[in-house]
């Protein structure tokens, strides 16, 4: 930055400045103390010469002709005090120079990584073929209907209703469209698409662990299941496998024809997953849409004790897994000091750090809450927006 200083004549409102010991070399050499004249010729004091020349540097009183010089015990560190700027004397054109350093940029990253958001899929759909695998598994391993629904409080004081079922379905559907919506318009898109993958994996892994350990009888006495056939072979296996995941683990497609996947609730799962994610990662400015998402996430998992797709238990228990599991997750995420494993971060002691730490090392903080237009057209919609974290 340079300011040029007014020209045009030898006295101007700051009066002027007469140097004696121009030829000496300045007070050093003994030569006369520098005067100051205001506009009207009155004696102006050193301080009021200062005060009415902001844009000189000072020099502790040391004039040289037409520059300042330094004095003897200048030290160029000083120069770092004045506000964070650098400033030079006035060069011989009385030029003053300000030189103001580059700003410090300490903003955090968030790198796509994509090949690491393919990975997470990977171990998602790895691991919803674990849980089908547990489910073959256990059909045949279910109580014969002789065995009566265990005793649950909600249950034994609400009517059946099995319509609902298929309303709880065509909730979850609802649900899980809106919130690939929100994720797929999302700046920060393959973060949080691996995020969801990640979740998920550790979710449907312990569910598949949790059903395989407890069988319990069928908590409906009207739902249909396929017929039993007293053995299991690799393909007998394999073909309800892939059975239950052409139909996305639903019963309203007529896929889900196998009974036992009761500890946890799958379909509570997707339902709170979505409202979390919606509420994380959608714009605050969209409270009606949260407020909808909560509203039709609680209705889902009423509609599922309703139609006694589950016990009471399996809904508790996968709210409770769910939800914490996401909310330490984020937490871990949020702080980059949680990402280290030390002896006071007992967080880090979860069985899945390691793979946590894999995927989200190099993301440097909390994800804003910033939108963009996904596709290459139409170009209208590529512009530039503000942040959108209102």
């Not at 004039?63 to 015990?73: I, S």
């Not at 903003?107 to 393919?118: D, I």
């Not at 039709?296 to 238990?313: D, N, P």
Request: glycine share 6%; with cysteine; net charge positive.
């Amino acid at each position: 930055m340079v300011l040029d200083p007014k020209s045009g004549g030898s006295h101007n409102d700051y009066g002027s400045i007469s140097a004696e010991g121009e030829a000496t070399g300045g007070p050093s050499a003994g030569a006369a103390p520098v005067s100051v004249s205001g506009p009207a010729g009155a004696a102006m004091t050193q301080s009021d010469l200062y005060q009415r020349q902001p844009l000189l540097p000072d020099t502790g009183g040391w004039v040289t002709g037409a520059t300042l010089a330094q004095p003897p015990d200048y030290d160029e560190d000083d120069e770092d005090k004045m506000d964070g700027l650098k400033r030079n004397t006035i060069n011989s054109n009385g030029v003053v120079r300000i030189e103001v350093p580059s700003p410090l940029r300490d903003e955090p990253r968030y790198p796509k990584e994509k090949m690491k958001t393919f990975i997470a899929f990977l171990t998602f759909l790895l691991n919803m073929v674990l849980s089908t695998l547990s489910l073959a598994l256990v059909h045949e391993r279910v109580p014969d209907r002789s065995y009566p629904p265990l005793p649950d409080t909600f249950l034994d004081n609400v009517p059946t209703l099995d319509w609902t079922l298929d309303i709880s379905e065509i909730l979850i559907m609802i649900s899980t469209n809106v919130t690939v919506l929100v994720i797929v318009m999302h700046k920060h898109r393959y973060i949080v698409f691996r995020r969801v993958f990640l979740i998920l994996s550790l979710l449907y892994l312990m569910r598949s662990i949790t059903m395989y350990v407890t069988v319990l009888p069928m908590s409906s006495t009207t739902y249909i299941c396929s017929p039993k056939v007293n053995h299991t072979s690799v393909a007998i296996v394999a073909k309800r496998v892939f059975q239950l995941i052409s139909g996305m683990g639903l019963s309203i497609n007529g896929k889900h024809t196998y009974c036992g996947d009761y500890i946890y609730s799958g379909h509570t799962i997707i339902l709170i997953m979505s409202y979390l994610i919606i509420s994380e990662y959608s714009p605050k400015r969209l409270w009606p849409l949260h407020w909808a998402s909560f509203v039709v996430s609680a209705v889902g998992v009423m509609f599922v004790l309703v139609a006694r797709g589950h016990y009471t238990v399996d809904v508790i228990i996968a709210y409770w897994v769910t939800t914490r599991v996401f909310w330490i997750y984020h937490t871990l995420a949020n702080h980059s000091i949680l990402k280290n494993s030390t002896a006071n971060n007992l967080l880090s002691r979860a069985w899945w750090f390691r793979l946590f730490r894999y995927f989200e090392g190099n993301v440097g903080g909390p994800l804003p809450r910033l939108h963009d237009w996904p596709l290459p057209w139409p170009r209208r919609f590529l512009a530039k927006h503000p942040n959108r974290d209102s």
